[in-house]
């Protein structure tokens, strides 16, 4: 039944996104215009769903984000995770005159996607990764070698990784090592923004995040049967994770898990120490 309800809001939300965005556009700036010109179709497919308003609340929340934060000129940013390459739009104001954002991600559609809508922009790559998981099942994709982490850019080289609800979606074994590895690539002195689910014994009625079960300990998931499906950690945990590799310049409490600020999840803005 569900399955059955989940096609028929597509049939019709799918097609309607075109008549609203069109009607959007018709009253919008020539700046707001390529806003919504540069929305996924993607986006409203079972791919990667994300709804609108998340969507915008995101390219608001970065576009301020990067613009306080992101100080070099022709800065190289990662995005680790990118999905529909929402971090795409954004990052572009910041390398069109030089740098690059690479988009990385283990899901072929979403690369699929992101190199069909955003293909115009200058500076911006995307590339599939053949690091796996659980949560997101490829098929035909060569496996990584054991502790390799498949990502084409060197050590000390890029300005800014981001990655937004992945971190979300790794046990703690796996989040070392994409932690570490964060730390390798990125320059000296250079920025991290990453998103975790903070633990904080408030009861969300959605069970994704009704994080009960202890994985490892301050590791929590909601999910027994496939436990990357959503991640969360206690947040003096937390804080022992990245202490090692960089110093907190802010954190953005999530409000999925009773965080008292607007962002959904809670964002850790973090340089490299
Ligand atoms: C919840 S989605 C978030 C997508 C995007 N960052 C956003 O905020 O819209 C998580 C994404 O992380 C990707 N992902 C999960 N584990 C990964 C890994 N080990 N390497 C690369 N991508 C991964 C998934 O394929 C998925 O697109």
Same mark, same amino acid.
């Given at each position: 039944?569900?399955?059955?309800f989940k096609?028929i @809001?597509?049939v019709?939300?799918?097609? %309607?996104s ?6 959007d ?6 700046e ?9 179709? %993607?986006m409203?497919?079972p791919?990667?769903?994300a +709804?609108?308003a998340?969507?915008l ?5 970065f576009?301020?984000? @990067?613009s306080l934060?992101?100080?070099?000129e ?9 999905g529909m390459?929402?971090? %795409?739009?954004? +990052?572009h ?6 740098g ?13 996607a ?10 911006c790559e995307f590339?599939?990764t053949?690091?796996?998981? %659980?949560?997101?099942?490829? +098929? ?5 070698k ?6 084409p850019?060197?050590n000390g ?5 981001t990655?937004m609800?992945?971190?979300t979606?790794l046990?703690?074994k796996d ?7 964060i730390?390798?690539v990125?320059a000296?002195g ?12 408030y ?8 994080f009960k ?10 999910n ?9 950690i206690?947040h ?5 994770f990245?202490?090692?590799k ?10 999925v ?7 959904l ?5 973090l340089?490299?120490?």
């Amino acid at each position: 039944m569900r399955e059955i309800f989940k096609r028929i @809001f597509y049939v019709i939300y799918f097609p %309607a996104s075109f008549v609203w965005r069109k009607l959007d556009t018709i009253g919008s700036w020539r700046e707001t215009r390529w806003w919504i010109a540069h929305l996924p179709n %993607a986006m409203f497919t079972p791919a990667t769903y994300a +709804s609108y308003a998340g969507w915008l609340q995101n390219q608001g929340m970065f576009s301020a984000l @990067f613009s306080l934060y992101l100080k070099k000129e022709k800065p190289n940013i990662m995005d680790f995770g990118c999905g529909m390459g929402g971090l %795409a739009p954004v +990052s572009h104001y910041f390398v069109k005159n030089g740098g690059k954002y690479l988009g990385v991600d283990t899901d072929a559609k979403s690369i699929a996607a992101c190199r069909n809508t955003y293909g115009d922009l200058q500076n911006c790559e995307f590339y599939l990764t053949r690091d796996q998981n %659980a949560w997101y099942p490829q +098929s035909g994709t060569p496996q990584p070698k054991p502790g390799e982490i498949d990502w084409p850019v060197a050590n000390g080289s890029q300005d800014l990784i981001t990655a937004m609800s992945v971190f979300t979606h790794l046990q703690e074994k796996d989040a070392f090592q994409y932690r570490d590895k964060i730390y390798e690539v990125l320059a000296p002195g250079g920025l991290a923004i990453l998103s975790f689910h903070i633990v904080r014994g408030y009861e969300n009625p959605n069970t994704t995040y009704q994080f009960k079960h202890r994985l490892t300990p301050g590791w929590y998931t909601s999910n027994v049967n496939c436990p990357e499906h959503a991640i969360g950690i206690e947040h003096d945990v937390l804080l022992k994770f990245l202490a090692p590799k960089f110093k907190v310049l802010a954190h953005i409490e999530g409000q999925v898990t009773g965080g008292r600020h607007p962002s959904l999840q809670d964002l850790m803005v973090l340089q490299k120490i």
